[in-house]
């Protein structure tokens, strides 16, 4: 299979997207560059979607998959079409699939399907009728599976970033059974030796002479045929589970923790609502302490400052009313003065000697006065005991200048609201990240587990029942006539033939894909550069193991290795699939360094992709496969290049020729 042209109209990203990937021969490799967020994801998922279609359920759906910059431009459409060719029969086919979506009158989505083989129309949709369409559909999907089966699809077109998930141990298994079954063409042999058990049993009953066993023969035949259709259904049913989950697992797993994360987001939302509220009540509190400074600032600021200034002055004044105060009666001082004064002018009060109104301070200044030296002048006579008492509680006021606290509180005030907005922000992204999630899948992928496991033990049970029939069976003795039958000799022969032939085909293909392996790991996986001695891929379908062994001897377990060589492991495993199986897809790879380190990185460019597949589509940033010394290395095994260029103003993706600048058919 090659695919030669995409185009997609109206899809997510892509306005009218038509994009040449064929490839030269010799030349295998398609480089598309983009930035995060440039588009690549969306061209990945535009090939996957022409060839398997979209899963649109509702007109919501349909909304977020149309490109933004077509609404009120462009018919409200989506159009995936995908040119690819394919060997049928040895000959080539050339294709073009087409895939179109959009909501009718009443808001539904609706899907038509129209696939060109080299002339010959498939057409069905969503108004076709019922046994038409199912004829149709069939047609198209049975080309589809010839190509690359859906089922296949996610190993040989996949995220690199993801692909360690593919070694957990359940998801490795089933790689490697289905590739074996399907791909490797093993399952038709099964398919085969299962007929020729079924028609040899029935061969049997016909022989049986007495009429009895006969009978009980056929009715253990007959159970051990309904047996088997519950596990053909059981199988079926435990198929698609399966496939659900793979392809819901990443989605549950980001719902999962969604569900987890919710209630931190809105626990997040509370503590931020509570920060600003809080910003807003130290905006309160502060604009109250602003006022009462204001209103005692004649106390706390101008006072203390005035008092600053004539420290020195008041200093001297009360210096030298001390030093008088020295000369007077050293018995009295002016606070007895002061205490006798009032005792003295209340008498003369009391008794009416007193002539004029005349108050303690005036007496005890006078009493102050007549007690001095008079030889000495005092240049502050003009001050009354009172104002020098002032003076001197003047220097000994306790004042409270609230403003530097002020001024800074208003800084860091400043800061805290310059944050309202950026917070208010972070509320409402917090918000959108709890509102439209579906978690309902949640509930359906864990039904979907839980009928993975009630299937397996059913088919089990089957199984089991199937065992104790077959016991029941082989008791019966079969008398046959003295002629030979070579029709009953020879089914009896083929079944074992078809299992023998199953047999020597896994026996032989294993061989080669762990020899391949065991040579592409000893170059790919730098960790174990030459070291790797043998890799064992077991020959039980029942009971698949996957080993890879040092040359001292020992295992080295998968579940110990780093990320990085996980990666290496598993895109070893799918080239050896690849090269081996009965399907040649291309391979399409995003985020292609997904976790390699550095030496991994140089390994993987010069030894992996240019032999990978006949067409192999990377999707890289310039961070992964780097211009100049990383772009050399593969730049002879590249038929194209281009670059994804994100337009955010009209909202589209434009296609550029070259690798972020880089020409390399200059």
């Known amino acids: 299979m090659l695919i030669k042209r995409i185009k997609a109209k109206n899809f997510k990203t892509y306005l009218n997207l038509d994009l040449d990937i064929s490839v030269e021969q010799d030349k295998p490799i398609i480089l598309i560059g983009g930035a995060n967020g440039g588009g690549k994801t969306t061209l990945f998922e535009a090939i996957y979607g022409a060839l398997y279609g979209l899963h649109i359920h509702s007109a919501k759906q349909f909304k977020e998959l149309l490109n933004a910059g077509s609404i009120g431009h462009e018919d409200e459409k989506i159009m995936l079409e995908l040119h690819f060719s394919g060997k049928v029969l040895n000959e080539d086919q050339q294709y073009v699939l087409t895939r179109t979506y959009m909501l009718n009158p009443s808001g539904v989505p609706v899907e038509s399907v129209k696939l060109n083989m080299n002339g010959t129309i498939f057409s069905y949709g969503t108004a076709t009728p019922p046994a038409q369409r199912a004829e149709q559909e069939a047609q198209v999907n049975k080309i589809i599976k010839a ?63 007495v009429e009895n066993d006969k009978q009980e023969y056929l009715q253990l035949l007959d159970q051990k045929k309904k047996q088997e259709e519950i596990i053909n259904l059981l199988q079926i049913q435990l198929q698609d589970a399966l496939q659900y989950s793979v392809a819901n697992k990443e989605l549950y797993d980001n719902l999962k ?32 302490d602003l006022d009462e400074f204001v209103k005692e600032m004649e106390l706390n600021v101008c006072l203390p400052k005035m008092t600053e200034a004539i420290k020195s002055e008041i200093n001297l004044i009360l210096k030298v009313k001390g030093q008088q105060e020295q000369q007077h009666n050293s018995n009295i001082s002016p606070e007895q003065i002061e205490a006798i004064s009032k005792t003295i002018l209340q008498y003369l009060k009391e008794n009416s000697l007193v002539l004029k109104d005349i108050t303690t301070a005036e007496l005890v200044d006078y009493v102050i006065a007549a007690s001095s030296n008079p030889a000495e002048k005092d240049q502050y006579d003009f001050l009354e005991f009172s ?103 020879a089914l009896g022969r083929l079944k074992g033939f078809f299992e023998d032939v199953a047999n020597r085909l896994l026996k032989v293909k294993k061989q080669q894909i762990e020899l391949k392996m065991k040579q592409d790991l000893n170059i790919n996986l730098a960790a174990y550069r030459d070291v790797i001695d043998r890799v064992e891929l077991s020959e039980n379908l029942k009971d698949l193991t996957f080993k890879i062994y040092h040359k001292a001897g020992n295992e080295l377990y998968l579940n110990q290795l780093n990320t990085a060589s996980k990666q290496v492991v598993i895109q070893v495993l799918l080239k050896s699939l690849h090269e081996f199986g009965d399907y040649d897809p291309p391979v399409m790879i995003d985020t292609v360094m997904g976790v390699l380190d550095e030496t991994s990185r140089a390994t993987v460019l010069e030894n992996y992709f240019p032999e990978l597949s006949h067409q192999t589509i990377l999707l890289s940033s310039d961070s992964e496969i780097r211009t100049g010394m990383d772009l050399e290395k593969i730049e ?12 955010r103003e009209r909202q589209l993706t434009d296609i550029i020729p070259g690798y972020f600048g880089v020409n390399i058919n200059e």
């Open 257 to 288: 923790v969604g569900l987890n994360q919710e209630s931190t987001i809105k626990h997040k939302i509370d503590q931020t609502k509570l920060q600003i509220e809080n910003i807003h009540k130290k905006e309160g509190i502060y604009h109250d």
């Open 636 to 647: 002879p095994f590249i038929s194209k290049t281009f670059t994804l260029q994100r337009d």
């Open 387 to 489: 104002e020098v008492k002032a003076l001197e509680n003047l220097l000994n006021v306790k004042t409270n200048n609230t403003f530097p606290s002020l001024n800074q509180q208003q800084v860091e005030l400043n800061v805290s609201l310059n944050q309202i907005p950026l917070l208010e922000t972070q509320i409402e992204n917090m918000r959108a990240q709890i509102t439209g999630r579906d978690y309902a899948l949640l509930k359906a992928y864990e039904d979907n587990e839980s009928s993975i496991k009630k299937n397996e033990m059913g088919i089990a049970d089957a199984k089991g029942e199937i065992g104790k029939i077959e016991k029941q069976l082989h008791q019966f003795d079969i008398q046959t006539s003295q002629e030979p039958d070579p029709k009953y000799e």
């Open 147 to 209: 190509n690359l089966p859906q089922e296949l699809s996610r190993y040989f077109l996949f995220d690199a970033m993801e692909a360690g998930n593919l070694l957990k141990e359940d998801q490795l298994n089933r790689v490697i059974k289905e590739n074996i079954e399907n791909v490797m063409g093993f399952n038709k042999y099964m398919v085969m030796a299962k007929s020729a058990e079924s028609l040899y049993q029935g061969y049997t009953a016909q022989r049986l002479q």
